[in-house]
């Protein structure tokens, strides 16, 4: 696979481990002759940031190698970046709450699984969103999604991929259903179809493996519903289990990894849930992510006679948790204020 020295500054291994069509290392002439026919035409359109390969490898296998389909994806998401901040948000956004809100909305980032992923953890059951908005609103908890999807993406996945000596774009993540009922299951469906829209759309390739826990008697049947949105690869990826989901846990994350909750061994001083701990908080593996080191260059609004400079201040628009997080589909929240920010299983 031929870089661009322009675009291509990786410090970590770059060759995927799945010896799968399109993937980094696995690429025909033919997908790499497409990666510079996109890389071309969106410099024709005004676009400098974010046109490395593995990058645009991401966007056209979520578009089947289709260059134009792929094109129109990635503009669609810089102009969605534009218009939520992403690049001022990634630099600025502090999330001072985060405790507090931890205590009816867990979710994090946990060590690793068997093939170095970065494991992200939920717990649906808990959320209390009447006290959740005593301590924050729904914009920030939004917000402060959009940032781990950025860390995700860098500094999380670099320092696992050095430290596992390959590749590695994707996560394991663990949804527990605990706590949620067919009462509110069709709330669920939305906040999980809610998250599909966004990580399919912005985040596009990140979603590895999805474990569904504790979901309730006929949550397997309601759920099938979602399948209907989900392209048939990332289907393939989910798994919907009961409470006896600790064995089928255990296989695909070392018992030392998983906190002792879900059946691991795991018990992370002041808790797991806000240990943050992984290879990225490793000297030996962590590097400054590149949105640290550099401020992105001019880029464009989906308007290629018209250049607009990136980010230099504080967004002056931020769309609506749901309308964002949906990627404009409709939400089972009856009301935008009631409706809590999609889980982050980093993309899909």
């Avoid at 980094?24 to 024709?44: I, N, P, Y």
């Avoid at 001072?96 to 699984?113: G, I, M, R, W």
């Avoid at 309601?222 to 989900?230: A, Q, T, W, Y």
């Avoid at 409470?243 to 998983?258: A, D, M």
């Amino acid at each position: 696979m031929e870089l661009d020295p322009r675009y291509d500054h990786y410090d970590y291994p770059i060759t995927s481990p799945e010896n799968q069509s399109g993937h980094a290392g696995h690429t025909t002439k033919e997908q790499e002759a497409q990666v510079f026919q996109l890389r071309m035409a969106l410099e024709q359109a005004g676009y400098r940031d974010r046109l490395d390969t593995l990058t645009l490898l991401r966007f056209l296998r979520a578009r089947k190698f289709n260059v134009e389909l792929a094109k129109q994806m990635f503009i669609d998401c810089e102009k969605w970046r534009k218009e939520f901040g992403v690049d001022y948000l990634v630099r600025n956004f502090s999330y001072n709450e985060k405790p507090k809100v931890s205590e009816y909305y867990v979710q994090y980032y946990h060590k690793t699984d068997k093939d170095g992923r970065p494991v992200y953890i939920e717990q649906l059951g808990k959320i209390d969103l009447n006290a959740m908005y005593k301590i924050t609103t729904a914009e920030r908890l939004l917000q402060s999604l959009v940032v781990e999807y950025e860390k995700f993406a860098d500094p999380r996945l670099p320092a696992c991929s050095r430290k596992a000596g390959k590749l590695l774009e994707t996560s394991c993540t663990i949804i527990d259903l605990k706590g949620v009922g067919l009462g509110n299951a069709s709330s669920v469906i939305g906040y999980i179809r809610q998250a599909s829209a966004i990580s399919q759309n912005h985040y596009p390739e990140r979603l590895g493996k999805l474990y569904l826990i504790n979901a309730p008697w006929g949550f397997a049947t309601v759920f099938s519903v979602v399948k209907g949105f989900l392209d048939p690869v990332t289907v393939q990826k989910i798994r919907v289990l009961g409470s006896g989901y600790q064995s089928e846990l255990l296989q695909q994350i070392p018992k030392e990894n998983l906190p002792k909750l879900f059946g691991g061994s795991c018990e992370c001083p002041g808790g797991c849930a806000l240990s943050d701990v992984g290879p990225w908080q490793d000297p030996q593996w962590a590097r400054p992510p590149k949105w640290a080191q550099q401020q992105p260059s001019q880029t464009i609004v989906n308007e290629p006679t018209r250049t607009i400079p990136a980010h230099s201040s504080q967004p002056a628009h931020t769309p609506s948790a749901t309308t964002t997080a949906a990627g404009g589909h409709a939400h089972a929240w009856s009301n935008d204020k009631d409706a809590p920010p999609a889980p982050a299983p980093a993309g899909l």
